[in-house]
């Protein structure tokens, strides 16, 4: 058995210091909610892989479809149809938004906001993107363009798409406009007329891109009217809505999509992590109408839609609907949402808990309510100690993502968030 120090360290001598990874656990293998390091150590993997694992690891009916495509055929390279991939299509567009219906499969999620953007592009024939301060959107030139969670995603990559505007997106508990949640009024919706007066003309954006929760940002749902709102200011305006549901898709948040939560439909949605629970794949979904003004050859692919990765998505969904985990994990999510309010209520340092189903953001504060990666680092090294795997995100690596798998069971939640109380009780 090779022990886990000394991979870590053959890592550094083959792999790029500009690769980041959060622990350095070599983990042998995964099992549901469990992975297992090669030390022999257990961990209940509350990071779920980095949200793609709304499974479990290893789930056998994922790997039973898998292994079975694996038998038949790998790989078809653009060259030729195979019937996994035209019916993973088929199956996701069944769980997508309603009018959502045509699929270009590829590989991350990066990708799908790529081929978002340039499918926006292309049938709008306008230049302009507006995206949303904090957003993450992925690491090529066209994704870091859009992106604006941090700086350092982007230092030394200037210069970068040009015609792209941020906007503040609507972090409540930090509100760019310093209103109190109670009285606000949108203050975030308005400032895009700011933007139409000031910087670019309505007539002249695509699209807009937005998480309609943000994830590495910091792990806030944008409000429910305030999505409705870009809604109606996109359709006044012959402007494409984009939803980047990459890390918010696939049942994340307890619905299918978040988009669900606000009962808006955008024009175009970027998904990838959980369709395939681990395969490589992601996918730019939008309306017949829009897809059929993308010609042949406007965009392309040599491994989208790998049939390997199509059959581990067919059984993804078949998983989710079967096992009920929509509902399950919603209202998993709202148990934890709430023992997570009362630990807040006796931990000072935890200022904010929110989210929806399993994509809970817990943010640590200092007591002049700024943001506390200290107490957060403290907390994630507390957890990782008791075998809880967890992650942090926000500009200051101050929110903490509880993401368990769907999948988690109610004794399995419970057992974490003992851990998690046990930290901040530490932390008082
Ligand atoms: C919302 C969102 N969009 C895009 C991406 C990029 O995905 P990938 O790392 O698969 O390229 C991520 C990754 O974390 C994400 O959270």
Redesign the pocket.
Known sequence: MKKNGSTVRRSTGVFTPALHLYYPITIARGNGIYIESVDGKRYMDFSSG??VLNVGHSHPRVLESAGKQLDSLVHTGGVYYNETTVAAAERLVSITPSGLDMVFFS???????EGALKLARYVTGRQGIISFTG??????LG?ISVTTSSARYRKNYHPLLPSVYQVPYPCCFRCPFHQKSDACSLCCLHYLNETFLRQISPEEVAAMII?PVL??GGYYPAPVQFLQGLREICDRHGILLIF?????GMGRTGRWFAADHAAVTPDIL?V??GIASGF?L?AVIAGKKLMEKWPSGAHGTTFGGNPVSCAASIATIDVINGEGLLAKSSASGDKALARLREIAGRCPVIGDVRGYGHMIGIEFIDNKGAPDSEACKKMLDHCLQKGLVLINCGLEKNVIRFIPPLTATDAEMELALDIFEMGARRLR
């Open positions: 980095l949200a590989n991350s999620g990066a990708e799908a906001v957003g993450f959107h992925g690491r090529t994704a998480e994830g590495e980047d549901e990459v890390q918010s970027a990838a992590k490589p992601s």
